[in-house]
């Protein structure tokens, strides 16, 4: 607590991110309460510059964050909270705050934050291009042959990256990869099951 560096109102800011799939979902302030709350409680508080209070996220509405470590910048003048994050991280309802984009004209558009790590963007795209039913998509393509043409598909792919590892270049090998965690991805749509779910079960076996 003593490293902190707060500003001259008292005040640090913090960054809020999802600790599984590191997609930043808001940026508040605390003050040293707020900071010591969350230190004793494991939840998330913050101080309200506008209610000029303490608060704790999600204590009325449920969308509470577990904070599952504290970490600080190298100036310790900005506060990144790793988080659990229960239901959407905005109050609007949205995942993450940061839902406008800024396009190259300066001009601006609302859409959902499809998330900050390659894999769950990549995750979120298949979701989408299966309930879009997006016309000319491979992804479409795969899942309408059901689950034993894609399940078929991963097998081919998985043998591709054996044989990759041992008689072709790196490249190649990363490539075999690549096409190889894509058809995973159509697997686990075709199956139902949310990639979320995986990086749950990896977790765990780290600790």
């Not at 004793?40 to 303490?54: E, N």
């Not at 506060?79 to 309802?93: F, K, N, S």
């Not at 769950?120 to 479409?140: K, M």
Request: aromatic share 6%; net charge negative.
């Amino acid at each position: 607590m003593e490293q902190v560096r707060f500003g001259p109102d008292g005040l640090v800011p913090v960054v809020a991110q999802d600790r599984r799939n590191g997609d930043l979902l808001m940026v508040a302030w605390a003050d040293r309460e707020a900071l010591a709350r969350t230190l004793a409680t494991g939840l998330a508080h913050y101080w309200s510059r506008s209610r000029k209070a303490l608060w704790q996220k999600g204590e009325s509405s449920g969308h509470t964050q577990h904070v599952a470590e504290i970490r600080l910048d190298c100036d310790a003048d900005t506060v990144l909270y790793r988080v659990d994050q229960t239901g959407p991280a905005c109050h609007t309802g949205e995942p993450t705050c940061f839902f406008t984009t800024v396009q190259a004209d300066g001009t601006t558009a609302t859409g959902a934050d499809p998330g900050g790590h390659l894999l769950t963007r990549l995750a979120t795209t298949i979701a989408r291009r299966a309930a879009d039913r997006t016309p000319g998509s491979y992804t479409v393509h795969l899942l309408d042959h059901g689950l034993a043409k894609v399940s078929q598909k991963v097998g081919e792919e998985a043998v591709e990256v054996l044989v990759a590892a041992h008689a072709e270049d790196d490249a190649r090998l990363a490539a075999e990869s690549a096409d190889l965690l894509f058809h995973l991805l159509v697997l686990l749509q075709a199956r139902g099951v949310p990639f979320e779910a995986v990086l749950r079960t990896l977790e765990s076996r780290e600790k």
